[in-house]
């Protein structure tokens, strides 16, 4: 099974899909710091930097040339190989898990509560857009639950909506991280409340 993921960060859930036998093939981050961190930690990883540039390659803008390989020793042919060359580097490969975890400061309660209007949470809408050109059989997405209420409401049926028109089935629910290892090593008493979501497609 591959992955990939979309607001990357440092890595948190290609991590866990590794753990879980997932090949992950690709990340988008556009952090400098948070690129540095993944460099360390997932050198053979890809990474590219924006997610509002990169695409499916059968959305590609631009046509993909194509090469041939003389070594190829394929019966019927003059000993060529026809090989399909990508120019765009903004082409990403299809996968079967797509996992991220888009900005949270416009759905924060701690935030001004711009909602998906704002420029960093609706960023969203690229996560959705991607989701449809690479129709992976699961989604995975996590989200401060400032969501939920986010807008009156309306941001989170944003959210289902979108997801319900490319064809998925969507669950959720919001778990205090303070269980996970990662917070429990160090004995953090603080109420760290996340949204998780788990799609998969339907259609």
Known sequence: MTGATLFTG??????????????VRWGCEIGKFQRKVLARRFPAL????????????DDCPREHERTYDARSDRAGTSGEREQV???CPNCVPPIDILAASPPCQDLSVAGLRAGLAGARSG???DFARLAGELRPTWILMEQVPGLLSSNGGRDFGAVLGALDELGYGLSWRVLDARHG????AY??????????WI?????
Request: glycine share 10%.
């Open 10 to 23: 440092i890595g948190g859930w290609d991590r866990a899909m590794q753990l879980a036998g997932v090949d």
């Open 46 to 57: 890809e990474v590219h930097e924006d997610v509002r540039t990169i695409h499916g390659a």
């Open 85 to 87: 060359v990508p120019v």
């Open 123 to 125: 960023l969203f809408f």
């Open 181 to 184: 290892p990662q917070y429990a």
């Open 187 to 196: 004995g953090n008493s603080v109420v760290v409340n996340v949204c998780f």
């Open 199 to 203: 799609a998969t497609r339907l259609l």
